[in-house]
């Protein structure tokens, strides 16, 4: 069970940070990643970390702005965002057991977080 938090608004160039805290499965030698879905767009692969090597993989868009980061004490995923633009509101959603390559087969979906950025 996923469970996202730090979601909220904020204005443009500003920055938040998001948790996703594992409370059923170890998130060891897992892709874990972060997706966005704003109105009337597709869900969409934003950045995505292997808990096991370190690996990160972000979308072109966030790219220098965001950072993944895996805590294995926490047993969480966190996501720094910086430099938010109004393009970044979404509902933010934390997702496990997939392939950080292909953005597909993430099995475990966390209930998702508003990020909302004005201008």
């Known amino acids: 069970q996923l469970v996202e938090s730090g979601g909220g608004l904020v204005q443009a160039g500003g920055s938040l940070r998001l948790s996703c805290v594992n409370r059923?499965?170890?998130?060891?030698?897992?892709?874990i990643a972060w997706f966005r879905q704003a109105p009337g767009k597709e869900r969409e692969g934003v950045a995505c970390?292997?808990?096991?090597?370190?690996?990160?993989y972000y979308a072109h868009s966030v790219k220098g702005r965001f950072t993944i980061t895996y805590d294995k004490a926490k047993n969480s995923v966190e996501m720094t965002m910086s430099s938010l633009r109004p393009e970044d509101t979404a509902v933010y959603y934390c997702?496990?057991?997939?392939?950080?390559?292909?953005?597909?087969?993430?099995?475990?979906w966390g209930q998702g977080t508003q990020v909302t950025v004005s201008a």
């Open positions: 997702a496990a057991e997939g392939n950080c390559g292909t953005w597909a087969m993430f099995d475990a």
């Open positions: 059923g499965l170890n998130f060891d030698d897992y892709a």
């Open positions: 970390i292997r808990s096991g090597s370190g690996a990160t």
